[in-house]
């Protein structure tokens, strides 16, 4: 696409309540993992105004108590005062788990390759992909993380709104908020910041004010010195006299998280991966133990897609990798790289091919993916559960390493 046009990706906090999902999803997960790597988990988490509930399938020799754990997190994120309509102490919390499906487990315990005699490593062939599906990963030079920029600049925001919340800088406010950031592209490349949009829950005063205008022209100030300034500090491309600043367009945002709406694990995919910049899948990440190809594959797409550009082979990458269920190698690899290849598309799947084992088991051993959480002191999905699974400068993930950006040029 050639000529000028505007992109837009969205954000959301910790606090939003989809996102408390994802983390209390990945809070059970890091504990199964931790007490029993071997655990199959697929938990799912539904919140609304004093209740939680808690669902799915799990198999696992380890006893973790949910209730704690679900506590615990929503207290984290900053729902503890019942005045919110839900709190950490005095939500409900319900519990209806159920253990992973025979039909499936035996798919993932052996895979198609090896009940049929058809292994070429035994190891690397004794797992087959929990379930049907395709992934995506990306990667663009639009940002030192080598994510495009509007969800980037998206998440940055988001991040310092729980910054200075939790920091008491800004006590006023609440965990809910949502974040959005339009870009201006020129010939496929960002020249400008069009809109800054922030949304975010708040007390119904601050401090003697109570006035609505009042306290949003406060906000909008606040917001604009210790969130969004903050947020832009080394970006190439920062806001001009004519970027567009939202701040609460309705008013106000008193009643938010499970009161105001309900949340469910898994319903902010394109805020996990690229903003819509990128093709996504379908399927969700949290909740889900790394035989999922749902999230394990995605990674692993990211990692290699990342390593290319980050290879100076394209300024741009997408890789579309297929599964079928209980069967080790993936069915299909896609390569695009948008006319920016420095090579031929065709040469770079090669090289992916011969760099990159795809099958689910090979992944988990490149990522150490079941052993992370007890690595990492019993905590690590629930950390990538809120602003972004991908392109994160703030915590080390496997999968966004680029240490196959030397191999892949002396491969060429």
């Not at 005699?117 to 035994?122: L, S």
């Not at 030192?144 to 509007?150: A, C």
């Not at 599964?323 to 065709?346: C, N, W």
Request: aromatic residues 6%; proline residues 5%; glycine residues 8%.
């Amino acid at each position: 696409m050639a000529g000028r046009f505007l992109f837009t990706s969205e954000s959301v906090t910790e606090g939003h309540p989809d996102k408390i999902c994802d983390q209390i999803s990945d809070t059970i997960l890091d504990a199964l993992l931790t007490a029993d790597p071997a655990s199959r988990v697929a938990a799912e988490v539904v919140v609304n105004t004093g209740l939680v509930l808690i669902t799915g399938e799990i198999t696992t020799k380890a006893y973790v108590n949910f209730t704690e754990l679900a506590r615990k997190k929503i207290a984290e994120i900053g729902y503890i005062n019942a005045d919110n309509g839900f709190a950490a102490n005095s939500c409900a919390i319900l519990v209806a788990i159920d253990e992973q499906s025979p039909d499936i487990a035996q798919g993932v315990n052996t895979a198609l390759e090896q009940r049929e005699g058809n292994a070429t490593d035994a190891e690397l062939d004794a797992i087959g992909a929990g379930d049907q599906g395709l992934m995506f990963g990306y990667a663009c030079d639009e940002t030192p993380e080598l994510m495009p920029m509007p969800i980037a600049l998206a998440h940055r925001i988001a991040r310092q709104l729980s910054v200075v919340r939790k920091s008491g800088e800004l006590p006023y406010l609440r965990p809910d908020g949502k974040t959005q950031v339009t870009i201006e592209y020129e010939d496929q490349k960002p020249v400008r910041i069009d809109t800054i949009l922030i949304s975010t829950q708040h007390d119904p005063s601050i401090g003697e004010i109570s006035e609505e205008k009042a306290i949003r022209a406060i906000i909008q100030a606040d917001l604009w010195e210790k969130v969004v300034k903050p947020a832009f500090a080394g970006c190439a491309i920062v806001p001009d006299d004519q970027t567009r600043y939202l701040v609460n367009p309705t008013g106000k945002f008193v009643i938010g998280g499970p009161q105001g709406d309900s949340g469910l694990t898994g319903r902010k995919i394109i805020v996990d991966t690229y903003g819509g910049y990128a093709r996504h899948g379908g399927g969700a990440f949290s909740g889900k133990d790394p035989t999922k190809v749902d999230r394990s594959a995605a990674y692993a797409a990211r990692y290699a897609a990342k390593n290319i550009v980050a290879a100076g082979l394209a300024a741009k990458c997408e890789l579309q990798i297929s599964y079928a269920i209980g069967v080790a190698q993936p069915t299909s690899l896609h390569v695009d790289t948008f006319g920016t290849g420095k090579v031929s598309d065709e040469v770079l799947l090669g090289l992916i091919k011969d760099n990159f084992d795809l099958r689910p088991a090979a992944i988990i051993q490149t990522f150490n993916l079941r052993l992370l959480p007890s690595l990492r002191g019993g905590r690590f999905y629930q950390d990538v559960a809120a602003y972004g699974h991908l392109g994160r400068t703030d915590l080390d993930l496997p999968w966004e390493k680029t240490d196959k950006v030397e191999i892949l040029k002396q491969a060429l």
